[in-house]
T-cell receptor
Framework: DTEVTQTPKHLVMGMTNKKSLKCEQH?????MYWYKQKAKKPPELMFV???????INESVPSRFSPECPNSSLLNLHLHALQPEDSALYLC????????????FGNGTRLTVT | AQSVTQLGSHVSVSEGALVLLRCNYS??????LFWYVQYPNQGLQLLLK??????LVKGINGFEAEFKKSETSFHLTKPSAHMSDAAEYFC??????????????FGTGTRLTIIP
């Protein structure tokens, strides 16, 4: 069982919809991540939060809006997405200290119609 | 800058045979290296990591990897393949940061197929 929980597992949304992806971890990790993974490709980093503050934004379009309400929760708000945004969205967390591995959730499979 | 190259996007081995998945890295500072496995419709699971302690690293499911600085390699091996090893494998390099997070650079992945 993964220690990082993502909901929903699957999401289908139209281009005018607003939806949110949710991620939760209870490992006491203070760094949380959003990755996007297209089929047969490696994960691509989107955002990193450290101590609930956004520390890395990899030039992600503004139709993706991250939020970190507290140290255990991470959200990704979606608005006016395009069909090419369809992908597996992975959340991860890591502990402090250099070389701390990332722990990934099982992802949300997003389809934009 | 850091990068990872995984040689062979697809590797097929017979059940019971040696598994060897290749990873070469480039990093301007001593790297942290990771191998992750991804099963269909799942997230990534950590197999093992190298963080400058022992050069031979043992991981889960019988996998191990050897860090060779002179060859800038971190190849993943398993002595005897099992059908359950069929999955996508990613090598990744990181170096930590002052923000308490880890910015990983992933390789393109190797799909491992096990032949019965």
């Amino acid at each position: 069982d993964t220690e990082v929980t993502q909901t929903p597992k699957h999401l289908v949304m139209g281009m005018t919809n607003k939806k949110s992806l949710k991620c939760e971890q209870h490992m006491g990790h203070r760094a949380m991540y959003w990755y996007k993974q297209k089929a047969k490709k490696p994960p691509e980093l989107m955002f990193v939060y450290s101590y609930e503050k956004l520390s890395i934004n990899e030039s992600v379009p503004s139709r993706f809006s991250p939020e970190c309400p507290n140290s255990s929760l991470l959200n990704l708000h979606l608005h006016a997405l395009q069909p090419e945004d369809s992908a597996l969205y992975l959340c991860a967390s890591s502990g402090q200290g250099a070389g701390s591995p990332l722990h990934f959730g099982n992802g949300t499979r997003l389809t934009v119609t | 800058a850091q990068s990872v190259t995984q040689l062979g996007s697809h590797v097929s081995v017979s059940e019971g045979a040696l598994v060897l998945l290749r990873c070469n890295y480039s990093s301007s500072v001593p790297p942290y290296l990771f191998w992750y496995v991804q099963y269909p419709n799942q997230g990534l699971q950590l197999l093992l990591k190298y963080t400058s302690a022992a050069t031979l690293v043992k991981g889960i499911n019988g996998f191990e990897a050897e860090f060779k600085k002179s060859e800038t390699s971190f190849h993943l091996t398993k002595p005897s393949a099992h059908m359950s090893d069929a999955a996508e494998y990613f090598c990744a390099v990181g170096r930590g940061s002052n923000f308490g997070n880890e910015k990983l650079t992933f390789g393109t992945g190797t799909r491992l197929t096990i032949i019965p």
